[in-house]
């Protein structure tokens, strides 16, 4: 399987075949996010779009983006969508490390359910911290 970054010029040729796999990652937000939220940050060049393929057929995508904090910098992972994630998983991990280091990040992060503590804690990931939310109601 091959893992590539895809140009910001090639977005939309590359976009039809990923858009639904990172829409069920957006589906998991509440409403907050789409498929059409996630375009439009790759179209303003906030985030970028990495692409898996088996021989041609992409089969996962990801975004990343850098996020600057005070005295250090992070590579964060923001939308994961797709299948066969064990026969990439290894090769996405030791490229976006090395890709974050390339970046001037000293830290990888990323949010997503809590399904990702047992995928991620094989490669030493940590949760971080836990978000709550209470829905109002009108009244």
């Known amino acids: 399987m091959i893992f590539t970054l895809i140009p910001h010029e ?3 040729k590359v976009w039809p075949q990923v858009a639904e796999m990172l829409d069920k990652a957006a589906k998991t937000t509440d409403g907050r996010f789409d498929k059409l939220s996630i375009l439009d940050e790759l179209m303003e060049r906030t985030i970028e779009l990495w692409v898996i393929y088996d021989d041609r057929d992409p089969v996962a995508a990801l975004t ?18 797709g299948d066969r994630m064990n026969g990439w998983l290894d090769n996405v991990m030791s490229t976006l ?17 809590m399904g990702w503590k047992k995928v991620l804690g094989r490669y030493g990931w940590k949760p ?3 978000a709550y939310e209470l829905e109002l109601d009108n009244e």
């Open 64 to 81: 990343t983006r850098v996020v600057p904090y005070k005295g250090f910098k992070t590579l964060s992972i923001d939308w994961v969508g």
């Open 97 to 113: 490390k090395q890709y974050a280091k390339d970046q001037g990040c000293s830290r990888l992060e990323g949010r997503g359910r």
């Open 10 to 12: 090639h977005t939309l």
């Open 128 to 130: 971080d911290y836990i």
